[in-house]
């Protein structure tokens, strides 16, 4: 029987390769520290956001796309699962990838998200999940995870005691007690965790780190 790879914790997940903690103070940070990201990011790329309601997703998925410069008008997607903000040709970035935004709070699996027919544009946008966690990783080898944290919140790694993703039980099942589908970003200090996970992401990037947020 061979040892297991390096590469995988005795949980058996994937080790990132690296693991990046920043502060923000603001929402205005949390913003800003995704429109600064979002220069290195190309075609095919995928990130995994997890947060309490609140904690800054959509927020940081908005700084991300005007730094991509796509269509305007990025909310979170909840009630219709996928949006798509098409890159625009007088952007910063004219030619560049699109922005698939999805919001995977409704699903419970991955093969519900193989549902929404998502490798049919991962290839040729930025595709952006949250609550992704345990659900979106098969889709591509490389990702970055984004765990966001409000100064009260989420225990570690943007998950319950359960491991799954806030808001559902022991068996993933969502818990109806905790929906709430109010996503304002207040402004008050976070956490932001970044990994990089895969061939893609073998160091930190330029812009995550030298980000200082902390006021």
């Known amino acids: 029987m061979n040892a297991p790879s ?3 914790r005795d949980t058996g997940r994937v080790r990132p390769n690296w693991e990046k903690t920043l502060t923000a103070t ?3 940070q949390t913003h800003a520290l995704a429109a600064r990201l979002a220069p290195v990011l ?7 956001l997890s947060g309490e309601l609140g ?4 927020t940081f998925t908005q ?4 730094g991509l410069g796509v269509r305007a008008g990025i909310i979170s997607p909840t009630f219709v699962l996928v949006r798509i903000h098409p890159n625009l040709p007088d952007g910063p970035r004219p030619g560049g990838p699109d922005l698939v935004h999805v919001d995977a709070y409704r699903l419970g699996s991955a093969a519900e998200i193989d549902d929404i027919d998502l490798e049919n544009t991962i290839d040729s946008s930025v595709t952006v999940v949250e609550w992704g966690h345990d659900r979106v990783e098969h889709l591509s080898e490389s990702r970055l995870e984004i765990d966001l944290h409000r100064a009260i919140g989420l225990t570690a790694a943007g998950l319950g005691e359960t491991g799954n993703d806030p808001g559902t039980t022991d068996g993933g099942i969502l818990d109806a007690g905790t929906l709430d589908f109010e996503d304002e970003d207040t402004d008050e200090p976070r956490t932001i965790v970044i990994r990089g996970y895969g061939p893609r992401w073998p160091a930190v990037p330029e812009p995550v780190a030298t980000f200082e947020g902390k006021a």
């Open 55 to 58: 904690a800054g997703k959509t």
């Open 6 to 8: 390096p590469e995988v």
């Open 26 to 28: 603001t929402a205005d």
């Open 63 to 66: 700084g991300l796309g005007e």
């Open 42 to 48: 190309e075609a095919g790329d995928l990130l995994v």
